[in-house]
């Protein structure tokens, strides 16, 4: 599955933005969905998971409450809805595709190309 990130840009901090992740080559409702992100100098981290039907969704602790994901099976796209942003939200996010329900990076097996997101203070 070939996996296109969009909708990242430059907010203010406690604005809000909605990154997408438009999936296409197979079945977009058989994978597992999942978000990452990237700030400069730091590893890549986990940021929340969404299982096939959309039923079950899981998040780091850090964007509890301010951010969530959905996905649009119909649609072959996946969402990540971000609200109350903080400086330290400021990173590249990227979307993966996967097999199994984890916050492992390692178990993705597909990555989109990653969208810049930078919240000013």
């Known amino acids: 599955v070939q996996l296109q990130a969009s909708g990242g840009g430059l907010v203010q901090a406690g604005g809000s933005l909605r990154l997408s992740c438009a999936a296409s080559?197979?079945?977009?409702?058989?994978?597992?969905m999942a978000w990452f992100r990237q700030a400069p100098g730091k590893e890549r981290d986990f940021v929340a998971v969404i299982n096939w039907s959309g039923g079950s969704t899981y998040y780091t602790d850090s964007v509890k409450s301010r951010f969530t994901i959905f996905r649009d099976n119909a649609k072959n796209t996946l969402y990540l809805q971000m609200n109350s942003l903080k400086p330290e939200d400021t990173a590249v996010y990227y979307c993966?595709?996967?097999?199994?329900?984890?916050?492992?990076?390692?178990?993705?097996?597909?990555w989109g190309q990653g969208t810049l997101v930078t919240v000013s203070s």
């Open positions: 080559g197979r079945t977009f409702g058989n994978y597992i």
């Open positions: 993966a595709a996967g097999s199994l329900y984890t916050r492992t990076s390692s178990t993705y097996a597909y």
